[in-house]
């Protein structure tokens, strides 16, 4: 099996990808392709993995360009020599932690659209108190129709059933209320919908129970979704700085937080992205991946292996096969 | 002055609004008017206040009704006929932990919407890890236009400046990216009004930085920011829930969660809504609270003693003169 992995996109730079794909081949086989300058990946590289490829790209997709200009423009940027590789026989999926307009921008014009989508979607993997979660979309659609949505559901349901084995997994719209008549015009329309459909619809969920494990699938629209897993990215860090804090006011309490430590990052270690590492991009004809911008080494070697069991369950066939 | 308090509409009971009142008064000054079952009121107030009005209503506005009709029909509820005392000479201000919906279709209705505001809308204030920030709509408006967005900004302006003391405020729009192009419809038009405006417009900020303190008033429409509160609510329950966990999991780490209990608490406390307590109705023509559904005494007496601030500051005679 053979990964592209955009190396340009990374916070932290292209260290990031190069030691991520080197971490990803400790548990799983496969062919990492790196899409980047040649020199520098292979001299971050220094001999330590034999079998790779590399995509020579000296252009930089940057996240405050507008997506679909840059695409066009930046033919020779990583990325989009990435997603042309794609499309090329022999090449499974792609990873990138770059812009994810630019992801989408590229899924949608190089990859294309699977016949009968609308629009593509991220669909996040939420830790909660209990399992996983499902939230989709988290960013790809800023401004969506209902239809949409049940789209969303529907690729949700597949990747769930597949990737995640769930069986029949329960779908919630996320709303301001449970009742059927809260929200605004889309989530109205949109509980309509799924009511309407084959899916196991269970009704609204609030906020507040994005992360109690209630339910196996959450549909937003990407505006929304994103409002919510940056606010739980906002909470969980002011609280990890808050703990802190309260752990190095005093003698004493460096001793609570000594003997509590472990037992802390036991049950809140789930709850930062690394273990999570990407989200797919659910719509499109290849195989994509987006990692987490700030993502650290073990973070983007999650994303790869995320990518990776999303390629070996055959997911976006059986996408296909739910629509006909 | 004299606050009516809505008895009616607390998840747990018409003790807490009665016993907040009580607890009020041990730091202001006021005379509570309480709306509800007259004989239940005075049997729990059971002679420990002297100065206090009932308006003896038996009807109760339920959650789930839709808030419109309710208010029309239940011309007998204690939300009802608390809004219509609100109208008579001499009664100051209202607060209600009822329905969001029928507190706003009553304050539109029955109060009245000041001249030149199109959309009256709910102002939470967030603790954050510097100070607090006021988060508007947080859900009385579920489809905004730009222009009733920009309208909120004003009044939060005006609410920052007198109620919080905050000398010219700064004004950040809630969305998906910091950059001008980034957003749905709604966020690109809003963030043309706030820039082309007198405000101390700073840009949009990404929900990640709700809760840093970066800025003084955030803007979203009232489903986002819904979504925005809810999904911290359920993050620090959530994290509440684990840190118990880890603390009871061993001897060890029984005897940690001593030594850093009270040092935790001093950190953690002022994130659960105990001192908020409540949020104002702005943009209507009398002073009108929300408190919080699940509200203790503490969080209920809290909206009061906010109430009352509001009201003496004059903001509302401020928000008019602002829109001259």
């Given at each position: 099996?053979k990964i592209?992995?955009?190396t340009?996109?990374?916070?932290?730079?292209i260290?990031?990808?190069?030691?991520?794909a080197i971490?990803?081949?400790k548990?799983?086989?496969?062919?990492p392709?790196f899409?980047?300058e040649k020199?520098?990946?292979?001299?971050?590289?220094?001999?330590r993995?034999?079998?790779?490829?590399?995509?020579?790209?000296?252009?930089?997709?940057?996240n405050?360009?507008?997506?679909?200009r840059?695409?066009?423009?930046k033919?020779e940027?990583?990325?989009?020599?990435?997603?042309?590789?794609?499309?090329e026989e022999g090449?499974?999926?792609?990873?990138?932690?770059?812009?994810?307009g630019a992801?989408?921008?590229?899924g949608?014009?190089?990859?294309?659209?699977?016949?009968?989508i609308?629009?593509?979607c991220?669909?996040?993997?939420?830790?909660t108190?209990e399992?996983?979660?499902?939230?989709?979309?988290?960013g790809?659609n800023m401004?969506?129709?209902?239809?949409?949505?049940?789209?969303?559901?529907?690729?949700?349901?597949?990747?769930a059933k597949?990737?995640?084995?769930?069986e029949?997994?329960?779908?919630?719209l996320l709303?301001?209320?449970?009742e059927?008549?809260?929200?605004n015009?889309?989530s109205?329309?949109t509980?309509?919908?799924?009511?309407?459909?084959?899916?196991?619809?269970v009704?609204?969920?609030?906020?507040?129970?994005?992360?109690?494990?209630?339910?196996n699938?959450?549909?937003?629209?990407?505006?929304?979704?994103?409002?919510?897993i940056?606010t739980?990215?906002g909470?969980?860090s002011?609280f990890?700085?808050?703990?802190?804090d309260a752990?190095?006011k005093?003698?004493k309490t460096?001793?609570?937080?000594?003997?509590?430590?472990?037992s802390?990052?036991?049950?809140l270690?789930?709850?930062?992205?690394?273990g999570?590492?990407?989200?797919?991009?659910?719509?499109v004809?290849?195989?994509?991946y987006?990692?987490?911008?700030?993502?650290n080494?073990?973070?983007?070697a999650?994303?790869?292996?995320?990518?990776?069991?999303?390629?070996?369950?055959?997911?976006?066939?059986?996408?296909k096969?739910e629509?006909?």
């Open positions: 099996m592209i992995i955009d340009f996109g990374a916070d932290y730079g260290g990031i990808p190069i030691e991520g971490e990803a081949l548990s799983k086989e496969f062919i392709c899409s980047g020199e520098k990946i292979e001299k971050i590289i220094d001999g993995i034999k079998s790779y490829e590399i995509i020579d790209a000296k252009e930089k997709i940057e405050n360009e507008d997506p679909v840059a695409i066009r423009k033919k940027s990583s990325l989009v020599k990435g997603f042309n590789k794609l499309n090449y499974d999926g792609l990873v990138s932690s770059g812009s994810t992801i989408l921008a590229s949608l014009f190089i990859s294309g659209r699977i016949e009968g609308k629009r593509a991220i669909a996040t993997s939420l830790p108190y399992n996983t979660s499902l939230l989709l979309d988290t790809a401004d969506c129709k209902a239809e949409f949505l049940k789209e969303f559901a529907i690729m949700g349901h597949v990747f597949n990737v995640l084995n769930i029949n997994p329960s779908v919630s709303n301001v209320g449970i059927e008549h809260k929200g015009k889309l109205k329309e509980y309509k919908l799924l009511k309407a459909s084959s899916l196991n619809f009704g609204n969920i609030e906020a507040r129970d994005l992360f109690t494990g209630k339910t699938i959450i549909i937003a629209d990407g505006f929304d979704g994103n409002i919510a940056k739980a990215e909470v969980i002011l990890g700085k808050e703990i802190k752990i190095y005093s003698v460096k001793i609570g937080g000594a003997l509590i430590k472990d802390l990052k036991e049950n270690s789930k709850y930062n992205s690394d999570i590492g990407g989200a797919p991009l659910l719509g004809k290849q195989y994509v987006k990692a987490h911008g700030n993502s080494k073990k973070a983007f999650s994303a790869i292996l995320g990518l990776i069991d999303y390629i070996n369950t055959d997911t976006i066939e059986k996408i096969g629509l006909k």
